[in-house]
């Protein structure tokens, strides 16, 4: 997928990303290969990926959580007033449902009978959380073709890995042992996770690490 200059300049304020050109691109492909119905982005931050995916599907349901206290944490703590800042500089604040719940709290989603297309995985990168928010949005996801997107994914033989990634692998690998998925590298940091009881639906990308 193409993506603006223009589009890109007004996400630079806000994003967190290695390689912003080409993680974008990757989260914006991966939710085209979908219906494209409603996106669950767990971990708001400045929410330059739930703007962007606002921007570019307009008529897709945008939901996005942060904690309740957003200084609470040691994962890249911000002001609440700061939360969702792009949904606001990018005028796309009233497409995005902003929840302020702990993420271990997913399930009372589950029990409303809420269900996703993609689901972005971009919070606490501690091992454990990352595995609780895997097992929880697993059970979120509207179907075969609906996955998850983890990001801050490295492998463990990868030399000079951010440590910051170090959990989430650990959760990922652990993920994959107790549920039917498989997974993809895509760019920078981004790792697909899609269910293994269907075809692949992006077999023109990378191969799985």
Known sequence: MVIAGELLDRLMPFHCLLDPVAEFRALLDAFAG???RSFLEIGTHRGATSAAIALVFPAARIVTVDLPDSLRT???PLPRAEVGAAHRALGVQ???EQLFMDSSELWRLAARGEAFDMIFVDADHSSEAVFRDLILAADLLTGPTAFLLVHDYTGA????????TIGVQQAVDRFLG???????????LMLLLE???TSSAFPEWSTPA
């Open 178 to 188: 107790v549920r039917p998925f498989r997974k993809r590298r895509l760019a920078g």
């Open 195 to 197: 269910p293994t009881w």
């Open 34 to 36: 979908t219906p494209a």
């Open 94 to 96: 009233s497409r995005v």
């Open 157 to 164: 033989d990868e030399s000079g890995r951010p440590s910051w």
């Open 74 to 76: 040691v994962w890249n």
